[in-house]
Nanobody, 122 residues
Framework: QVQLVESGGGLVQAGNSLQLSCSAS????????MSWFRQAPGKERNFVAF????????YYADSVKGRFTVSRDNAKHTVHLQMNTLKPEDTAVYYC???????????????WGQGTQVTVSS
């Protein structure tokens, strides 16, 4: 079991930045790909970004490419999502998730955090 807890959400104006963090505990953090998903009201949960265990590989949804950066600190068991130039359409609940191997499909992830709300005002 891996327990994941997100933090850092909030209300920001469009064009500003926000950094989300995800702390992992429980079973070893080693080897897990860590991902971020988001879910807006009434919509499905969508992939945002992932980072592999070594940090050597990252992948982003087209909608956030060039604006968001995912990083991890394996010594601290944390993953970060730096979000720059935020837009109102980035408003959603953001979730971190963990699995072995890479995937952009939410139903392929067994471990999830509780989510953190990000609201971007225009």
């Amino acid at each position: 079991q891996v327990q994941l807890v997100e933090s850092g959400g909030g209300l920001v104006q469009a064009g500003n930045s926000l950094q989300l963090s995800c702390s992992a505990s429980g079973r070893t953090f080693s080897g897990y790909t860590m991902s971020w998903f988001r879910q807006a009201p009434g919509k499905e949960r969508n992939f945002v970004a992932f980072i592999t265990w070594s940090g050597g590989n990252t992948y982003y949804a087209d909608s956030v490419k060039g604006r968001f950066t995912v990083s991890r600190d394996n010594a601290k068991h944390t993953v970060h999502l730096q979000m720059n130039t935020l837009k109102p359409e980035d408003t959603a609940v953001y979730y971190c998730a963990a699995r072995y191997g890479t995937s952009r499909r939410a139903n392929e992830y067994a471990y999830w955090g509780q989510g953190t709300q990000v609201t971007v005002s225009s």
